[in-house]
């Protein structure tokens, strides 16, 4: 049996390897749509690594969440906490990288070279006694001879939620430095084998980097946009209060593949050519700076 190494998120870093081209400048299946099957388990595709992946199978604490578990889409990611005989609690982890069994850290990363205000995303949390779930974002950059850390952006939950709710939290730049990787850390215990409890469960979807161009701080219009047929084969329309708004598209691994203008409270979007899948969308309204995401699917 392999050895399991218990994580504590304090002990989470970024170590030098090979970086793999994941999708630069993009979260890697943010809203953990695509799986791919292990054998005795699915891991999430894009790059990100489990428990799982260094103990053969032994111990999955990572699962995909079908409905009604999800936030949107058809899956969220599930972290669960596990008991290890004779060696402690596994908080429930997933990484965009590779866990390092022998440094307790994260190897390799997403290529990444722009500086986001904040990390965001949609979680629901049941904790088990006093427990703690978190979401951990560094970037950093390679300077000849080690890896430094440009910022840091952190959220942490230690009340149950029972229904998605959203998250965001600033990135904490220490400096100036352009960074070249970022790694996340999805966990459903925080303070690893001695103060984890068994069974506390996570669910995160959607994970979002925001970037902010203006002084105006970031707001959600809560559904005062419609967005329909979805799924759709032909076409999607988004119809909203907004007079004029800016719409962005992205595919399922996180690539931007348009952006328009409307300038109406109703926008057609022929999504004919599109391959089957799943897209997100940012719609961004003149009017104070307003934002909403979401998703939706394309069906052939």
């Known amino acids: 049996m392999k050895k399991l190494l218990l994580f504590s998120a304090s002990t989470i870093f970024v170590t030098l390897s090979v970086i793999e081209a994941l999708a630069q400048n993009a979260i890697p299946n943010p809203g953990f749509e695509n799986w791919t099957n292990?054998?005795?388990y699915d891991d999430p595709s894009g790059g990100w690594g489990t428990i799982a992946d260094i103990s053969g199978g032994f111990v999955v604490n990572c699962y995909k969440a079908p409905s009604p578990d999800m936030h949107s889409g058809t899956y969220a990611c599930k972290l669960i906490t596990k008991n290890i005989p004779f060696q402690g609690e596994a908080p429930g982890i997933v990484v965009t990288g590779t866990i390092n069994q022998s440094?307790?850290?994260?190897?390799g990363g997403v290529l990444f070279n722009l500086k986001p205000d904040s990390m965001a995303g949609w979680y629901k949390y049941s904790p088990v006694?006093?427990?703690t779930a978190s979401v951990d974002v560094r970037l950093s950059y390679w300077n000849g001879t080690s890896r430094v850390?440009?910022?840091e952006a952190r959220f942490e939950k230690t009340t149950a939620v029972s229904s998605y709710a959203r998250f965001s939290v600033?990135?904490?730049y220490a400096v100036p430095n352009t960074p070249d990787t970022m790694v996340i850390v999805l966990m459903s215990s925080y303070g690893g084998a001695t103060s984890a409890n068994t069974n506390s469960t996570a669910y995160y979807d959607d994970l979002d980097l925001i970037y902010n161009t203006t002084a105006v701080n970031e707001q959600i219009l809560n559904a005062s946009v419609s967005v329909y047929p979805n799924p759709s084969s032909e076409f999607v329309i988004f119809s909203g209060t907004c007079q004029k708004f800016m719409l962005k598209i992205s595919d399922e691994m996180g690539k931007q593949i348009m952006i328009a203008e409307s300038d109406s409270r109703n926008y057609k979007l022929d999504v004919s050519t599109f391959p089957k899948g799943i897209y997100f969308y940012e719609l961004l309204s003149g009017e104070a700076g307003k934002i909403q995401r979401g998703k939706f699917i394309v069906q052939k």
Request: hydrophobic share 40%; aromatic share 6%; proline share 6%.
């Open 149 to 151: 850390q440009v910022a």
């Open 170 to 172: 600033p990135f904490i």
């Open 38 to 40: 292990q054998g005795s």
């Open 129 to 131: 006694g006093v427990d």
């Open 103 to 107: 440094t307790m850290g994260v190897d």
